[in-house]
């Protein structure tokens, strides 16, 4: 047995290297903070892959960025698609180009989510991908989207890929990948000065530690939305950067929601075949024009607008009343209205029937307040099966969906 004789100075020295050790250790594993200081009246777009558009959904993320900056008025676009890669966005017939719309929203901050898809092709492809991400972002670099600036353009990485067991895929080669990837991205981050956000190691840590945190191991449920949102704003320096189930953000978020819901009627409408594409004739006003249903755009413009100046409002002050006005701009339209008086039974003289054939009249309006039947069906116990879709061909403003199938 070996004893040592420890002498203050052996002391010292001891708790010297200790402390450097820990310093060295402690500054490895911290986080890199770039703080987010938008101008007035910024337009920030998110865009990206299916992690962007889903932050719509559970945009405590978004919550966040206006509760920090109540006095700025900043104007949020979630322009996100699912399965966007760097270098794959497709896009319906006359849909417009992403340039286009972004110019469209004269987007001063641009959020790029990209890499988790991109990873799945291996680390043989990383070098395609890192020149494809520079190619991109440098693009959107020399463009002015707001008709004055170049955008300030922040970097997001994928997540981790949680491991959920069961018949799902194991994730560890993808998580192999998706650290390549990663460390990839923030290499053309940090060569083109642009700030980069790194999801993948802390998410990676966190996985397995409680409840899980995706509904598949790549696609982030509401408790994993929250969590990366609250490590977004904490790379940002946002002083408010936890969720917590308090009246005003749970208020705000409320509020965001629906303005989200309205611009995704505008951006992503379902029926764009009659919009811009191939059926838009005959709605198209004037005769020629770019796009159909004009008059119904303008006022959904105008509800958006609407919808942000109550969304800045409760960034400011916590109200109840922003929450009541809210629900009078969503639902200030009255697309249906089910027949209330009993009507003149329909001719059936104009059928041309087989002999011993004969026609009666077996539902209508008023014995079932159908809208709009686009499809019917019996099944084997003879039961009629309606799907009814008020909203076809577009959603009408002001409107709420009220689409359903009646048995």
């Known amino acids: 047995m070996i004893k040592i004789n420890a002498t203050p100075k052996f002391y010292f020295l001891f708790y ?25 009246n910024s337009h920030i777009v998110i865009l990206g ?69 991109e990873a799945f092709k291996g680390a043989d492809s990383l070098d395609s991908f890192k020149r494809q991400l520079s190619a991109l972002l440098q ?16 970097l ?5 890929h949680e491991d959920l067991g069961g018949f799902l895929p194991d994730g560890s080669k993808h998580n192999e990948n998706l650290e390549l990837y990663t460390k ?16 993948y190691s802390p998410t990676k840590k966190r996985f397995g530690d409680a409840d899980s945190l995706t509904i598949n191991g790549i696609h982030l449920n509401d408790n994993g939305y929250r969590m990366v949102s609250e490590m977004m704003a904490g790379s940002l320096d946002l002083p408010v950067s936890k969720w917590t189930a308090s009246h005003d953000l749970i208020s705000l978020k409320g509020v965001i929601d629906q303005k989200n819901q309205q611009f995704f009627y505008r951006f992503r409408a379902v029926n764009g075949e009659y919009i811009y594409g191939r059926r838009k004739e005959p709605w198209v006003q004037p005769v020629g024009g770019p796009i159909s249903f004009p008059s119904e755009f303008k006022k959904l413009d105008r509800m958006i607008l609407r919808l942000d100046t109550l969304i800045w409002a409760e960034a400011k ?16 339209t009255v697309q249906y209205e089910a027949l209330k008086e009993k009507q003149p039974t329909p001719f059936t003289d104009q059928f041309v029937l087989p002999p011993g054939y004969e026609i009666n009249l077996f539902a209508s309006e008023i014995d079932f307040p159908i809208a709009n039947p686009v499809k019917i069906t019996f099944d ?16 009408l403003p002001g409107a709420p969906p009220n689409d359903k199938i009646i048995v």
């Open 139 to 154: 693009h959107m670099k020399a463009q002015r989207y707001n008709g004055a600036s170049a955008p300030e353009i922040i």
């Open 49 to 117: 892959n299916t992690f962007a558009e889903r932050l719509q959904y559970y945009n405590y993320f978004e919550t966040f960025l206006y509760k920090n900056f109540p006095q700025r008025n900043l104007t949020v676009r979630n322009m996100g698609w699912s399965a966007d890669e760097v270098n794959l966005q497709p896009r319906p017939l006359n849909f417009g180009s992403v340039d286009e719309h972004l110019t469209e929203q004269k987007a001063d901050i641009i959020f790029a989510c990209f890499g988790l898809n």
């Open 156 to 160: 997001v990485s994928p997540i981790a």
């Open 317 to 332: 002050v916590d109200d109840t009343a922003n929450l009541l006005k809210v629900q009078s701009i969503v639902s200030e």
């Open 16 to 40: 010297t290297l200790f402390s450097f050790f820990f310093l060295l250790s402690w500054n490895r594993e911290k986080k890199t903070i770039h703080p987010f200081d938008p101008a007035q």
């Open 184 to 199: 990839g991205m923030e290499e053309i981050a940090s060569g083109l000065d642009i700030s980069f956000i790194d999801l």
């Open 380 to 395: 084997p116990k003879g039961r009629l099966w309606v799907a009814s879709m008020p909203s076809y061909p577009q959603y």
